[in-house]
């Protein structure tokens, strides 16, 4: 079982590309930043495919 993905809240520049590929696992929180939803799904295909297009690499496994 894949482990819940993290969001570097330093890094993370608040685009949403995460949550529009991935809204089952990600959310924008009112901060303007991403972070994973409480009680996320933990294997779901886009988690990988959000990490592979946050284009400033804020999200990891």
Excluded: H
């Excluded at 819940?4 to 696992?25: A, F, H, R, W, Y």
């Excluded at 959310?27 to 799904?41: I, Q, S, Y």
């Amino acid at each position: 079982m894949k482990n819940m993905p993290k969001v570097n809240q330093d890094v993370c520049i608040g685009c949403g590309t995460c949550e529009s590929l991935c809204p089952e696992v990600f959310k924008l929180e009112d901060a303007g930043k991403a972070k994973v939803k409480e009680n996320a799904p933990k294997n779901v295909s886009c988690i990988q495919e959000a990490i592979d297009a946050c284009p400033v690499q804020a999200i990891s496994i």
